[in-house]
């Protein structure tokens, strides 16, 4: 039997063992997607305690706790940090195979060195070692950043975003890169007009121009994806439900945009159409900055109506969708490659069922001189665990090449969150050690300790030109 989570967790070969310790654990970290705020890396904050660095805005965690029957109070409401902490330790014993167990202690171990398990007799001792030593100055985030040894992150930014804390980090030079990453989610989420209105009137503030007609609206998003790519950003990100490929003409589209701009909501009809302007336009100029577009879909948001009305969006009440969406996503990209303006893609499902959709998918579309231009990306929210990832990556051996994979991302909002890529690397090297050992594939650890590098850093870094 095995101890918990000693150095050979879920290594369960001698070759999978020599991938990880001599291939990919000293790898650095290319985080290309995530949701840490700049303004606290440029500022190089300490947290106070666990609960503020673990525990404010992970609704993994939130669920997990709903899931238990702790009482709201102590997830997003007045709680004392405290006092959600003990509840969160009372929680942890009862999550044993969901990743958040795992992760939790990883967490510990790698930061804080606490190779205890988390649970209420524990708790007290914890919490109180860590919020000492979360003043130290080696735990600034900053100094957490270089302890996991970040060489690259993107964080999640909107057009209007003035970019001020990546200039103050890039000035600082801390060792690593900030980059920002254009979200432009708001602009074309049309169906509440006031709402998007408020919007477009930020927008064109941010961009100095006046916004009455579509043009206008293209001409500002112009003139901030320039400012973005000026400050060093190289990639975009869109949360959609779906693809978005209907048919338009340019007369419509002035229409639609103007009705919406005049306050009157469009039609169901009307807003797809708009929505797959805005998809293609926001394509083109991807692909002329030469930037690689990311598309994470396919999730239900905000189900539960009571408690979005309480605490809003982001907050543990998403699930996995059932849409669709394969003949809209050729389309789409078959409407961009017919030009030559598909850029190089990212897809990231969160429904199981379109594993092999979504690598079937970008083969359609690859060609020279990129290695893997369309990416079938890495076990996303719901299937950043186990079986999601050994799934999404069996899927990509079988129909395409997981040698040109670009690997793992956190898409997370902690600073803590960094030993997901140890977590996806051991998984990798697990499978490939076991296919090694299983005569599957050649016992060659050049060839294949090649590889697990490739994956855990080096195609991000030629794929993503950082």
Known sequence: MKNFMDENFML?????????????????????????????????????????????????????????????????????????????????????????????HLELQRYFGI?????????????????????????????LLRKVNIDTLCTTDDPIDSLQYHKQIASQQPGFKALPTWRPDNAMNAGNPEKFNQYIDKLAHASNTEINTIDDLLQALQKRHDYFEAHGCKISDHGIEEFYADDYTPSEIRSI?????????????ELLKYKSFMLI??????????????????????????????????????????????????????TLDRTNQLARTIIYNIN??????IATMAGN???????????FGSGWWFLDQKNGMIEQMNALSAL???????????????????????????????????????GEIPNDFELVGKIVQDISYNNAKAYFGF
């Open 365 to 375: 579309f690859n060609q020279g001189p990129t290695a893997a231009k369309i990416q």
């Open 12 to 104: 369960n070969s001698k070759a999978a063992e020599r991938l990880y310790h001599e291939y990919a654990k000293d790898m650095p970290i290319i985080d290309y997607h995530n949701h840490l705020p700049p303004g606290e890396i440029a500022d190089d904050i300490h947290f106070k305690n666990l609960t503020q660095i673990w525990l404010y805005g992970d609704h993994y965690k939130w669920r997990a706790m709903r899931a238990f029957g702790i009482d709201e109070k102590f997830i997003t409401g007045n709680a004392s940090d405290y006092q959600k902490f003990e509840k969160w330790a009372e929680t942890v014993p009862y999550t044993l195979r969901n990743p958040l167990h795992h992760w939790t």
């Open 257 to 269: 945009f103007s009705k919406i701009r005049g306050g009157k909501a469009p039609t169901q009809a």
């Open 400 to 438: 395409g090449l997981i040698s040109k994979f670009v690997g793992m991302l956190t898409d997370s909002r902690s600073f803590l969150s960094f030993p997901r890529h140890e977590y996806f690397r051991r998984i990798m090297c697990n499978l490939f050690g076991q296919d090694m050992e299983n």
């Open 281 to 334: 336009e926001g394509a083109k100029m991807d692909h002329a900055s030469n930037w690689t577009q990311q598309f994470h879909y396919g999730v239900l948001r905000n189900n539960n109506t009571r408690m979005f009305a309480a605490i809003g969006a982001d907050t543990g009440f998403d699930s996995i969708g059932d849409f669709q969406t394969a003949r809209a996503m050729v389309k789409f990209f078959d």
């Open 115 to 143: 190779n205890d398990l988390l649970n209420p007799s524990t708790a007290k001792s914890i919490y109180n070692k860590t919020e000492s030593m979360l003043q130290e100055p080696s735990f600034s985030v900053q100094n």
């Open 352 to 357: 199981p069922a379109h594993n092999e959709i």
